[in-house]
């Protein structure tokens, strides 16, 4: 599975969009774009995955580069429960999931 | 989404007795489950992979013989340390994969995991 590369830390203005983004310039062809995010002390939580088109469900957008070598997790509205780590994972679908160090999210009031 | 539990959530025991996590999927089946480890200020870190039925992988590091793994069912797979040692103490949590069945892609749920302390 590709690697990927994301910034080490990020704020964000309670009520703002939060833009998190993540550089997976390896990706193959076959390998979709997971995010999931940790809060403190608690297992990470599913956020979306998308293969090449952008993708938006209740919790955030997914923005990928038509060259699918980058992508972007849009928090459309942060709230200061937004506050965690967020991973950007590639992999082909079955493979196990394979955890960077991820982007510390701090949202503030 | 999908529900994974976990049990105990908690836990603390004595230098050298061993531990058993259990794992549920209650609202899908699994028919892979996945164990990581997160040390404090740490990311997750994958010891093993397992399918229903089958022997787990385990990842490269990792001691089959000290950490037992056991998919019994689809729905359940437990994790033993054995002889545990504080070193061992950490997070521990098992996602199941749910199949949407499109050229093998899967999601992965995570449950709550489970706090170990050995004392």
């Known amino acids: 599975d590709a690697k990927t590369t994301q910034p080490t830390s990020m704020d964000c203005a309670e009520g703002r969009a939060a833009n998190l983004p993540c550089n997976h310039s390896t990706i193959s062809g076959n390998e979709y774009v997971y995010w999931y995010r940790q809060i403190h002390s608690q297992g990470p939580q599913y956020i979306i995955h998308?293969?090449?088109n952008n993708e938006t469900n209740e919790m955030a957008s997914l923005i990928i580069t038509e060259d699918r070598k980058s992508s972007t997790l849009i928090l459309p509205h942060a709230t200061l429960r937004d506050t965690a780590v967020y991973y950007c994972?590639?992999?082909?679908?079955?493979?196990?999931?394979?955890f960077g160090a991820g982007t510390i999210l701090r949202v503030k009031s | 989404g999908a529900v994974v539990s976990q049990h105990p959530s908690r836990v603390i025991c004595k230098s050298g007795t061993s531990v058993k996590i259990e794992c549920r999927s209650l609202d899908f089946q699994a028919t892979t489950m996945f164990w990581y480890r997160q040390f404090p200020k740490q990311s997750l870190m994958l010891m093993a992979t397992?399918?229903?039925?089958?022997?787990?992988?385990?990842e490269q590091g990792v001691e089959k013989d000290k950490f037992l793994i056991n998919h019994a069912s689809l729905t359940l797979s437990t994790l033993t340390v054995t002889s545990a040692h504080p070193e061992d103490s950490s997070f521990y949590i098992c996602p199941g994969a749910l199949s949407l069945g499109l050229e093998g892609l899967d999601t992965i749920y995570f449950g709550e995991g489970s706090w170990l302390t050995v004392v």
């Open positions: 397992s399918n229903e039925g089958s022997k787990a992988t385990y």
């Open positions: 998308g293969l090449k």
């Open positions: 994972i590639v992999r082909v679908g079955g493979n196990k999931l394979v």
